[in-house]
């Protein structure tokens, strides 16, 4: 977060500590002062709604089954949302008034419980190059797949982008993902956020193994 903060799944990782056996601390170094400078242009767009906490997240590419390391992203941190914490003693109308503010500046965020959750959006997209914040949708671009095809779908930029559910699931963008020629799936899956509502959710393919949950099922 903007104060330094770097949590794991459920994990505060303590300074120096690796996590996933990579050396987050180096990995993300001046990471911090980047998060505060994301606060402060929301809160110039958020007005008298202040922000006092906000959080960047995202994935640790360790996931050596695909071309993380033909592309350069292997052990790398990828961005893909954001989370903001009013700081008004109001929380529950705080984090409403927040959202639809943000919300009238072009940005896809949705009201949660914890705080004001930030989805991909190309207004996100173009902050975080601002910012040299690599994310997930800007820094990787399966092998597999041509620039071009990667491009056919309805949106401009880096960032993939569809009319509808309906409409990305029966498209051959994913079916290159998900349903590749041979078979094989170029990635672990994707991360998809509702721009009608700002719900945000991964999507997975059913390839990978499944570790140790058989034997957990058999005892």
């Known amino acids: 977060d903007n104060t330094g903060l770097l949590v794991g799944r459920n994990t505060v990782v303590e300074p120096g500590a690796n996590y996933q056996k990579v050396d987050v601390w180096t990995l993300l170094q001046g990471c911090p002062e980047k998060v505060e400078l994301f606060r402060v242009e929301l809160q110039r767009l958020a007005g008298e709604e202040v922000i006092a906490q906000a959080m960047l997240y995202g994935e640790l590419c360790v996931n050596g089954k695909y071309d993380y390391a033909e592309v350069g992203i292997f052990k790398g941190w990828l961005c893909f949302g954001a989370m903001l914490v009013p700081g008004a003693q109001d929380a529950h109308l705080a984090r409403r008034r927040l959202s639809e503010r943000l919300r009238a500046e072009g940005f896809n965020v949705r009201a949660k419980e914890a705080g004001v959750l930030v989805a991909p959006s190309p207004q996100l997209e173009d902050l975080l190059v601002r910012l040299g914040v690599p994310s997930v949708f800007g820094a990787y671009r399966p ?28 498209s051959e963008w994913a ?26 959710f991964k999507w997975k393919h059913g390839g990978e193994e499944l570790g140790n949950v058989p034997q957990q099922l058999d005892t």
């Not at 092998?143 to 409409?167: C, D, V, Y």
């Not at 349903?179 to 998809?192: K, M």
């Open 175 to 200: 079916q290159r993902v998900f349903l590749p020629a041979n078979g094989v799936p170029p990635c672990e899956g994707l991360v998809i956020s509702s721009e009608a509502d700002g719900k945000l």
């Open 143 to 170: 092998t597999s797949i041509t620039e071009e095809q990667w491009a056919a779908h309805n949106g401009q930029g880096r960032l993939p982008r569809f009319g509808s559910m309906k409409q990305l699931l029966l």
